[in-house]
Nanobody, 124 residues
């Protein structure tokens, strides 16, 4: 069974930083081959793409976080990170980690594996 567990969320002020972590467990899950992504969902809104890192190390970020957020992975630890700097109140959401053993992408429908989410709240 594959499990994704996020951590690192919390309540911060605008301009602060947070680092989210997502550790993946599962004996048969080939983390180093997976596309790993972060999505977020604010109340009343659809889940939206934030960032992705492919097994090649190539990354992609949503325009609204470029220059502020960075995604990285540590294959030895089966962990993906989201470094969030210069946080804004509009970044407030539940942040989800997702994994796909195919190509991944920007649509939540492309992912089979999800974590439970971690709340990020940014006060003004």
């Amino acid at each position: 069974q594959v499990q994704l567990v996020e951590s690192g969320g919390g309540l911060v002020q605008a301009g602060d930083s947070l680092r989210l972590s997502c550790i993946v467990s599962g004996r048969t899950f080939a983390f180093s081959s997976a596309a790993m992504a972060w999505f977020r969902q604010a109340p009343g809104k659809e889940r939206e793409f934030v960032a992705i890192t492919w097994n090649t190390g190539v990354t992609d970020l949503a325009d609204f976080v470029k220059g502020r957020f960075t995604i990285s992975r540590d294959n030895a630890k089966n962990t993906v990170y989201l470094q969030m700097n210069s946080l804004k109140p509009e970044d407030t959401a539940v942040y989800y980690c997702a994994a796909d053993l195919r190509n991944g992408g920007r649509s939540p429908r492309e992912y089979n594996y999800w974590g439970q989410g971690t709340q990020v709240t940014v006060s003004s």
